[in-house]
């Protein structure tokens, strides 16, 4: 039976249950810089679903296989999503509900994507859906740039499954394909300066900080004036320095990153920074250290590829307005290992600094968005490597 076929009633029951299952990882308390009370939600989840081999490995990833065939137990589907952490109060973790949407923060980053895929395992153990295909379910560990996606390395490094494509799951916007990665290089820049005493502030009208070196750096690359072909841009993430009284601190620390979506653009972007930072350590006669601290290259799948055509035929099937997208910087690292691999969006909603909510009414079409990718992109790459 096609998942389009399955009664409509049946996964608006799921749906609500996706509902209430972020919500309530959306308050789980956040006590110290691990995952671990996130990790026991979703052990105690799958265990209460009564699913029969809960996986965990040495990076702190947890997985599930749901096997179909032993014929086909090296060929499998990978659905994945991070287990994310952010400092957010409980107050503004607290999800308020209308008739049309969930309010709270964290539900779009952190609690969406983790309760779909946990309802997903759900509803294929309990309904017993017979398919001609393994799917492999995904929770990664925290994990970012900075460590070289450690926790994802670690599994694709490990399994012996051939994956034939991978889904990543993303809380919104329904109808998003994330489909490009975007290129990366992440510099963390120390500067020590002579101290400034303010006491003696008259001796020092035309001395630099270090605050004010790290701004001329960041000023520097902002105004070469990219072309917009370039793709380009320069994001200060960081920029900070010890405040003491008295003094002008003489330490300061911004982290940068450089972006582009192509490749030839984004080394000259990394060849520029090397050269600007030289060029004033010179001029200044002051020691500017440039560490990197993450990289990820530009990298896409192509549009027309059979994986995409999939998706906007299931997209115009269920009358969802599809839109490409930049695709997690996870999920591009399969895209490196040559997996096929998308990011879509569950729900619609919206992430400001002042306001995060979902709505629920979309769930549903985009958990049945979600079933037929997965059977039209199995039975393609199935029929795919029989031909070959």
Known sequence: MSFKDYSFKNLKQYSENILTDAIMYNQIPISSESTDSQKEFIINRLNEYEVPKIERDEAGNIFVEYFQSKNLAKDTILILTPIKYKKISRHERFVRLDSSKAYGKGLIENSLKVSVILNLINYLFNENHNLNYNIT????DISDIEQNFRSLNYYLENTDSNILFAIDIDSTSLGDIGSKSLGKYRY????????IDLIN????????????ILTEIGARLKIIGWPEESCTFINIIDISSDSKEEVISDEGVMKIELLSRKSQYLEYENQILNSTVKKLSRELNTDIDLELIGYSPANYIMEKSPLID????????????SKFRVIRDEAAVLLQTDIPTVSLGITNGKLTVNEEYIEKEPITKGIIQLFLIIEKGANYFKKKEEDD
């Open 188 to 195: 963390k820049i120390k500067v020590k300066t002579e101290q």
């Open 310 to 321: 999939i998706i906007l035929e299931v997209h115009e099937e269920l009358d969802i307005k």
């Open 201 to 212: 502030i008259c001796e020092a009208p035309n001395k630099l900080s270090a605050m004010d």
């Open 137 to 140: 379910f995904l929770f990664t």
